[in-house]
């Protein structure tokens, strides 16, 4: 099996504000940002494709082409007539971002919409990875047809990375996400939580309660985030933190993303996981002094070199 990625989810139009009543607009999405950063990080001639669906308009046009034209695929993603992308703007208190959303008839949602042709995006992959939240816009039939293209690459030997990456106002109800990241959990080899996500969802007491809730749900390789605090590697019955990277934040969207997909790189390449959550800390911490979700791949690939 070459060295070949996917991510599943959703790329929205970016706002970001540059001041006054300025606004500039990107591409950017909890996935899409963690494939952007593995995109950066491995070889030239890995494949990393978005998994998605997409609108026909403009918009949609234009984000196919950012994409492409930074060397991420779209596999067998289907083009909606019709339909278009979510968009998302985000306004800054100090360091921290706060999000507003137009989503709701977004064409990602129909992402599973040929359940054939996800299960050929997702074959022969060296890694997939989703999140909470690309299950959260799916209907439950479709992600039926999510996990089931999911448990048929993990099968025939792809690896599988999920952050459940909890956003409440996206749930009918807390019991409804819960159940349906059990279900993920029991079919992923690399989980990687945010702590104050999952204190949120589960009450843990502790990243240790996390990561020991996930290991006992089957998941084998699991690092639990905490901002700007140390991180906890966990595997094989016990933990270790390991520390962040003390930085000045301009901008903490998409920290967490890069963190993942840092990760992932760095363990596909063949780190060790501590060596891997180091650099990892690196990235996240050279993201966050860059404006928007999507840090040039220069700014990426210095940091996890350093």
Known sequence: MGLSVASIGECML??????GDSWHMGFAGDTFNTLWTMRALLPAPAA??????????PFSVGQRGFMAEHGIGTAKSPVIPGARPGLYAITLSGAERS?????SDAAARQLASDPAALAGSLAGRALAYFSG??????????RKFLFDAL??????????A?????RPRLWESDSAARE???????????????????QALYGDASMEATAKRMAEAGVG????????????LFGKGSGRMLPAVPTKAIDTTAAGDSFNGSYLAARLLGDEPATAVTRAHRVASAVVQVRGALAPFEVLQTAFAD
């Open 221 to 232: 390789e699991i690092v639990v985030k905490d901002g700007a605090e140390p991180a906890l």
């Open 14 to 19: 970016e706002l970001s504000g540059s001041g």
């Open 99 to 103: 999000f507003t959303y137009w989503r």
């Open 180 to 198: 349906t990241f059990s279900e993920a959990l029991a079919l992923t080899d690399i989980a990687l939580p945010t702590f104050p996500d999952e």
């Open 48 to 57: 990393t494709d978005y998994v998605s669906a997409f609108g026909d308009d």
């Open 162 to 166: 999920f952050d459940p990456n909890y």
């Open 151 to 160: 448990k048929k690459a993990r099968a025939a030997g792809t690896l599988i």
């Open 133 to 142: 939240i690309t299950l959260a816009i799916l209907e439950p039939d479709a």
